[in-house]
């Protein structure tokens, strides 16, 4: 589809629905953003932003509420627009999601970028309501040097078929308002489901989840943070699985999970976390890595940080053979969070600089699993 035909129909949306829906909308902050994205070429970008300011329609007012506090923008081209399937582009609620993913909560430089150290995770505008207490999803991305031109760029990893996107370093100049504008080549594509990621990430610890029936209650679970172990990690230990019952195996996947949590690497040591069979997990971060630890077993994270629709995965050297559960703990943190149920979610406006850490432990047994999602099993203190 045509960028002029989505266009006319996102404003034909817009007449019908501005009327008293979208009165709120600071017209001259819109036209000034529209107007700075149309002097950097950016045209297809200021048009569907522009639209969709002024369309109140499933969350798509992307514009409405951004003045005030600096956002990060990666502006896609417009050879990026004309590259975008006609399943997104002609779907005005999808398109104003894959949006507001390309719109961080703050203005974060590129020398930021490099003191932390070239790999950030940043809070971006798309909810997708999967998250504990409903924040929003943040997008990942590394500072890395381009060799053939001796400029640095933004990388995008983890995205959808195992592209890699990029985005230029430097702003546009004279970005306007509280927008600071970075040109992106590629769509972002926006988080996966655990069984999509693992298609590609961890097919064999999938597998191995989806026969003891652990898989699609990690789908169902609104915050999850999962320790994949590798293709490697899972034929290494293949011996010694299979001298493990089912009910042992059930239990060493569950203690490779953090229900109920979102916990980026960042993040992984500053709070205390409890898998889902119970048991608490350590982490060690030093010049040779990030580790995570259960009981006597140690595995070094070698991926960090993959978003997904329902959390974060982090894939791990090794598996953490650790068959203990501890169902008080369990328990416990399924009725804590009674208390917490009521919380929700920072506003938009603020600039993320940590995870939302809720940890809570899942059941390890099939009906644990059920008790502990009716009891929206989550516990902990967000940071944010």
């Known amino acids: 589809m045509r960028i002029t035909t989505l266009l006319s129909a996102f ?37 569907v932003a522009q639209a969709i ?40 609620a ?7 993913y390309h719109i961080l909560n703050g203005s974060i430089s590129s020398a930021q970028s490099a003191i932390n150290p070239n790999h950030m995770v940043a809070r971006t505008l798309y909810m997708n309501g999967l ?13 890395v040097n381009d060799t053939q031109t001796g400029t640095q760029r933004f990388v995008f990893p983890y995205q959808k078929d195992n592209a890699t996107v990029y985005a230029d370093s430097e702003p546009v100049p004279g970005s ?13 594509s926006l988080p996966q489901n655990m069984s999509e990621l693992a298609a590609s990430l961890f097919p064999s610890a999938a597998a191995i989840m989806n026969e003891t029936g652990l898989l699609e ?31 042992q195996v059930e239990t060493v996947l569950s203690n490779h999970v953090i229900n109920g949590s979102a916990v980026y690497s960042m993040n992984l040591e500053e709070t205390t976390y409890t898998s889902a069979g119970g048991i608490p997990f350590k982490f060690a971060i030093n010049a040779t890595g990030t580790f995570v630890m259960s009981g006597n077993n140690t595995a ?9 629709t329902n959390g974060v ?51 390890p047994s099939i009906v644990g699993f059920a008790i502990a999602i009716l009891g929206g099993s989550l516990a902990g203190t967000a940071l944010i």
């Open 217 to 247: 209650p990690l789908l169902n679970t609104k915050g999850v943070t999962v320790f994949a172990p590798s293709e490697a990690a899972i034929s290494a230990a293949g011996a010694l699985l299979n001298t493990l019952n089912s009910t």
């Open 131 to 143: 998250l504990p207490k409903n924040q929003p999803h943040p997008v990942v991305f590394d500072l």
């Open 94 to 100: 999808l398109l104003a999601d894959v949006i507001s």
């Open 300 to 308: 070094r994270i070698v991926t960090a940080d993959i978003p997904m």
């Open 53 to 92: 300011a002024y369309t109140a329609h499933d969350g798509a007012m992307v514009l409405a509420d951004l003045t005030g506090v600096n956002h990060f923008v990666f502006a896609p081209t417009d050879l990026a627009f004309a590259a975008l399937p006609k399943s997104i582009s002609g779907n005005l």
């Open 176 to 188: 306007p308002a509280n927008f600071v504008i970075y040109p992106i080549h590629t769509f972002l």
């Open 11 to 47: 404003l034909a949306t817009a007449s019908i629905t501005a009327s008293g829906q979208v009165a709120d909308v600071d017209s001259t902050y819109v036209s000034t953003i529209v107007s700075a994205l149309k002097a950097a070429d950016l045209n297809s970008f200021a048009d």
């Open 313 to 363: 995965v982090h894939i791990i050297d090794r598996i953490l053979v650790n068959a203990d559960v501890n169902t008080t703990a369990v328990q416990s943190a399924a009725s804590s969070i009674a208390a917490q149920a009521s919380e929700t979610s920072k506003t938009s406006a603020e600039k993320f600089t940590g995870a939302a850490m809720l940890s809570a432990p899942l059941s």
